[in-house]
């Protein structure tokens, strides 16, 4: 009985897929659900799950600095993201960065679609993946940077570097023209955010500067 039970899942699972597939141009119900739940798994994964995951590798007297910087990071790359960084990766532009078409959603109605769900809901699915790359940079200078300047820099870098490099991969730009897919946020966040942690804890005495 179990193992009939097991392989009836198996195969609605299976099905699944099938049965999101919406027609051309139609809004899908089930890839619209599925990617708000990712946007609500994404955003817990920097709030509260970085935040925390960071606070338990500082000293004591440092864990709520690296709390706060997180929820801070959160909030200005949203605003960010919102205002000009959306555009920056997903308008059309050429194949090094985007334009300024879509600045504060400037043409993204109730009924606009990307693909089979509203774009105002890829627009926030992708904020989140901003949210925690900036968010991921700080445990190369944590305890050595002022809380100003990690909002400074963490802005600076979520409009020079991340938006450009999504608008490389997801956005239509170079990388995507040769072919290249990101399916895991590698190029866009891992790659890139990696390198700057890097950068920056190695520079010591560049993150001096900004103590």
């Not at 039970?5 to 051309?24: E, G, K, Q």
């Not at 555009?87 to 078409?101: L, M, P, R, V």
């Not at 109730?110 to 926030?124: A, Q, R």
Request: charged fraction near 10%; glycine fraction near 12%.
């Amino acid at each position: 009985m179990s193992r009939l039970l097991s392989f009836t899942l198996f195969i609605i699972l299976s099905l699944l897929p099938v049965f999101a597939v919406a027609n051309d141009g139609s809004l899908s119900g089930a890839n619209t659900a599925w990617i708000l739940t990712s946007t609500a798994l994404v955003l817990l994964m920097t709030l509260p799950g970085l935040a925390l995951f960071y606070g338990g590798l500082v000293r004591k007297k440092n864990v709520l600095s690296i709390l706060m910087q997180c929820f801070a990071i959160g909030a200005i790359s949203s605003i960010l993201w919102l205002i000009v960084g959306y555009s920056i990766a997903f308008g059309e532009g050429n194949g090094f960065i985007g334009d300024f078409s879509k600045v504060m959603m400037h043409g993204i109605g109730k009924d606009v679609l990307s693909g089979d769900i509203p774009e105002s809901l890829f627009m926030l699915f992708q904020m989140t993946f901003a949210v925690i790359t900036p968010a991921l940079i700080i445990g190369g200078f944590a305890e050595r940077m002022k809380f100003s300047s990690v909002l400074l820099f963490s802005g600076l870098w979520l409009l020079a570097v991340y938006a450009p490099v999504t608008h490389w991969v997801w956005g239509g730009g170079w990388l995507a023209q040769m072919g290249v897919y990101d399916f895991l946020w590698w190029y866009c966040g891992a790659y890139y955010g990696r390198y700057s942690s890097t950068g920056c804890c190695l520079s010591g005495r560049a993150t001096t500067w900004f103590s």
